[in-house]
């Protein structure tokens, strides 16, 4: 039996993952489950699976996850400290699908039991690239792909040589405001921002998809992960969701990986890697789709992608910057406290006071310099916000 744990089982992606191993459970020796305010779902899914432990991040709900798990025999903890703990007992598997930068340490310390960790949580290469990808070397662990756009790249390389790669293209919908007047843009509501067209996920992915903070993410997460230089990537908008990504090799050949906006079809290929089985997701029929569309990013829509071309090109701990102001500002547009467009103009600004203080961003990449990076962001953040607010 594989031993398996999910790391934000009660998210989008966790409960896709949880779908897949319920449909064979005799396959799976489930060790953790964790999850945040959800403890009903959490606890429920625990108890289903026969999960070891179960934990929320978060101290306070620590008793009513107990009472949820009662009689149960499962385990019950809470906190930052016991999210590590969980994620130190040995498993085969595991699922990374906690949203944010709090998934990278989990993360590192599945890869150091040299366990296989599928990093849906890509905001880890993004803080964190070079330190995740060295964890992995070091210990035997494996990082595979769950990111849709990162699976189809990496199953279009399968038996590829690096070498031979050209260009990697990344699709993206073009989210809730694709269409949309440029003028509209600045009154977005947060309603508006907060529904997809193509894909069903967490609200925080769905937003960063309006904006494009996620294809940015994206863009630095498929240099890291699969080592190509910053103008080998680019990005097209493809409203039908249906090509996921292309790689281009130097004899002129496109691989494209097309199929359905379902993501039990990347976190299936994870699960079962390096096999392919049957997995519960609809077929495709061309004759009904009959066109595919395709056009540019524009600029003006998307300040995030220049942001994130400029973090590539510098490298070092900008990502953990980028990552963290967008996360700060996001916070904030959910709030109510700033508009859409806003966002992009804190992280930039929050990029520029990083850039003005020497050596910061090149401090060298371990867990407490990503840490404290994470941390002074998000006061800077602030600090933006507040003056801009008058
Ligand atoms: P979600 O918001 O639906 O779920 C997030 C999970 O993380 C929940 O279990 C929540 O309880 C937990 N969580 C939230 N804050 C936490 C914290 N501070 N500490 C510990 N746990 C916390 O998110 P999602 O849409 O499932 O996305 C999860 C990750 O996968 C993100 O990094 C996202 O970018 C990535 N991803 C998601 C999709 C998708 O289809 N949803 C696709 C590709 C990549
Ligand atoms: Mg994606």
Redesign the pocket.
């Known amino acids: 039996m594989r031993r398996v744990s999910i ?8 409960q ?1 993952t949880i779908d897949l191993i319920a449909r064979d459970p005799g396959a799976y020796d489930v060790v953790a489950l ?5 403890v009903a779902q959490l606890a429920a899914d625990a108890r289903r699976l026969k999960a070891d432990i179960a934990v929320t ?1 978060f101290d306070d709900e620590l008793d009513a996850l107990r009472a949820a798990l009662e009689g149960s025999g499962i385990a019950a903890a809470a906190g ?1 400290a016991a ?1 590590c703990e969980a994620a130190a007992r040995p498993a085969d598997w595991v699922m990374s ?4 930068a ?2 990278l340490e989990p993360g590192l310390i599945a890869l150091r039991q040299g366990a296989t960790l599928a990093l ?4 880890s290469l993004v803080c964190a690239g070079a330190l995740v990808l060295e964890t992995a070397k070091a210990h035997g662990g494996r990082l595979l792909p ?3 756009e990162h699976s189809a790249v990496f199953q279009a390389l399968v038996g590829e040589d690096m070498s031979a790669v050209e260009r990697v293209i990344i699709t993206a919908s073009g989210g809730a405001f694709r269409d949309w007047p440029l003028d509209a843009l600045k009154a977005a509501t947060l309603a508006e921002a907060s529904s997809h067209p193509n ?7 769905t937003i ?1 998809s309006a904006s494009m903070f ?1 294809k940015a ?1 994206e863009l630095i997460e498929t240099k890291e992960y699969f080592g190509v230089r910053p103008d080998q990537i680019e990005v097209i908008v493809h409203p039908e969701s249906l090509i996921h990504a292309m790689v281009g090799f130097n004899d002129g050949a496109l691989m494209a990986h097309v199929g359905p906006p379902d ?1 039990r079809h ?1 976190i299936g290929y994870a699960l079962h890697w390096p096999d392919r089985r049957a997995l519960p997701v609809s077929r495709l029929d061309f004759a009904q789709i009959a066109q595919l569309n395709f056009r540019a990013p524009e600029d003006a829509r998307y300040p995030a992608l220049r942001l994130a071309r400029l973090v590539m090109e510098r490298g070092g701990l900008s990502g953990a910057v980028f990552n963290a102001a967008k996360e700060r500002s996001l916070d904030a547009f959910i709030a109510g406290r700033i508009g859409f467009l806003d966002m992009a103009a804190i992280v930039e600004e929050v990029l520029a006071r990083f850039e003005a203080k020497a050596g910061l961003i090149d401090a060298a990449m371990t867990l407490d310099n990503v840490r404290n990076t994470d941390h002074l962001a998000r006061q800077w953040a602030d600090d933006v916000m507040a003056v801009r607010a008058g």
């Open positions: 790391f934000g089982a009660t998210g989008s992606v966790g896709n964790t999850g945040g305010r959800n991040a930052q999210l699908a906690i949203v944010g709090a998934g849906a949580n890509k905001e769950v990111d849709s894909w069903d996920m967490g609200q925080r992915i960063d996620n993410l993501m990347a």
